[in-house]
């Protein structure tokens, strides 16, 4: 079972990070917001370590000033 995360981005530049966090495999999706947080990304791993690794990129991308995660869980 995949392991999925939401990742809130802080940034000034919320197009060049969007760009970025789009070619780093285990991103899903992102997309640039209005207002705060200016970024949000949905990343999946097969297990926590795996997704943790992709946040690991998220978060050394120079232009994202700060993240926030938030491990989603599926409920019936």
Do not use: N
């Amino acid at each position: 079972m995949k392991i999925w995360a939401y990742v809130f981005i802080s940034t000034r530049h919320p197009r060049a990070v969007v760009q970025r966090l789009r070619q780093i495999p285990g991103v899903v999706k992102a997309d640039a917001l209005l207002g705060t947080p200016d970024a949000i990304a949905i990343v999946e791993g097969d297990d926590l370590a795996a997704m943790d690794a992709v946040i690991d990129q998220i978060v050394a991308v120079p232009e994202a000033a700060a993240t926030d995660s938030k491990v989603a869980r599926w409920i019936d």
